[in-house]
């Protein structure tokens, strides 16, 4: 069992940055790949960006390229998400997941076992 606690949502101003961390706890860190999904209301789980089990690989949704890295590390069994450039179409519920394919990047939820309760990023124009 691996438990995920997502931290540092909050209300920006667009153009502004947040960055988002996920603490994991209980089964061994570097044995998932980590990722982070977006979630707004009446709208699908979106993916956001995703990276494996040593960092030396990640992956980004079309939508935010360029402007979100996704991060690992290892000595605090964190993954960070840096959000530069925010606009309002980024406001949702960001949660972060763990999947047992440690070696790639997926990208859909399905991939992943262990969810956060999820973390609000709300963008005012």
């Known amino acids: 069992q691996v438990q995920l606690v997502e931290s540092g949502g909050g209300l920006v101003q667009a153009g502004g940055s947040l960055r988002l961390s996920c603490a994991a706890s209980g089964r061994t860190f570097s044995n998932y790949a980590m990722a982070w999904f977006r979630q707004a209301p009446g709208k699908a789980r979106e993916f956001v960006a995703a990276i494996n089990w040593s960092g030396r690989s990640t992956k980004t949704g079309d939508s935010v390229k360029g402007r979100f890295t996704i991060s690992r590390d290892a000595a605090k069994n964190t993954v960070y998400l840096q959000m530069n450039s925010l606009k309002p179409e980024d406001t949702a519920n960001y949660y972060c997941?763990?999947?047992?394919?440690?070696?790639?990047?997926?990208?859909?939820?399905?991939?992943?076992?262990?969810w956060g309760q999820g973390t609000q990023v709300t963008v005012s124009s």
């Open positions: 997941a763990a999947s047992r394919a440690q070696y790639y990047t997926p990208v859909s939820t399905s991939q992943y076992d262990y």
